[in-house]
């Protein structure tokens, strides 16, 4: 069964700190992998998406950057946090199914990222 | 781009109390039309989903949603609410062409007192 690993649970980071979130699936090959951030009153909001190794989608213009090194990897980064980069992320997965639209997203459990 | 919307931010009902959240996206094509849930200290999961066939989808735990194409929407019903439906709940649309993504709404927080 596909299984989705997400770490650290929790982080607290000062501003101008370097970040680096990591995900990874299990069980499945060559998903789509997805960075949300969840913030309170304002659902979720896409940050990067992913079809392939090396290739990233932005979705918002901001200090935070998606690489995906290997198939089932996904890592979420910054060089340089801000105090409006606190948030609840969540790394997810679905299934490719090409002119069809989405599968389901699986979700990680999230990263819960207080700057301070 | 497709959006969606969940005019509803906060509901509070009293167990036994039918449900009707509502959802409307914004976007001409076909698409594919998701509930999510997240309970209290727990992750998203997968409540329904639309993809093609018979517009009134069942889900988990009694729910259903109905998606009416004529009027953009994909609400979320329920007949009867127990205190354990206490969550948020988010609604998402998927479009068959170009973005690779779900677009989510602002979620419901619904609330069921005892």
């Known amino acids: 069964s596909q299984t989705i690993h997400q770490w650290p649970a929790t982080l607290v980071q000062p501003v101008g700190s370097p970040l680096s979130l990591e995900c990874t699936v299990e069980g499945t090959s060559n998903p789509n992998l997805y960075w949300y951030r969840q913030a309170a009153g304002r659902g979720l909001q896409l940050l990067f998406y992913?079809?392939?190794?090396?290739?990233i989608s932005s979705e918002v213009p901001q200090n935070l950057s998606a690489s995906r090194p290997q198939d089932r990897q996904f890592i979420l980064s910054s060089k340089k946090l801000l105090l409006s980069d606190s948030g609840f992320y969540l790394c997810a997965w679905s299934v490719p199914k090409p002119g069809q639209g989405n599968s389901p997203l699986h979700f990680g459990n999230g990263t819960r990222l207080t700057v301070t | 781009a497709q959006s969606v919307s969940q005019h509803n931010h906060h509901v509070i009902l009293s167990e036994a109390a039918s449900l009707e959240l509502g959802c409307n996206y914004s976007y001409g094509g076909t698409v594919n039309l998701f509930w999510y849930v997240q309970y209290p200290g727990q992750h998203l999961q997968l409540l329904l989903k639309y993809f093609s066939g018979d517009p009134l989808v069942k889900g988990i735990k009694g729910f259903e949603a109905e998606f009416i194409k004529s009027k953009f929407s994909f609400n979320l019903r329920k007949p009867s609410v127990q205190w354990s439906d206490t969550a948020e709940y988010f609604c998402a649309v998927n479009v068959h062409t170009g973005r690779r993504a779900l677009t989510f709404g602002s979620g419901t927080r619904l609330q069921v007192q005892p």
């Open positions: 992913s079809v392939g190794i090396g290739q």
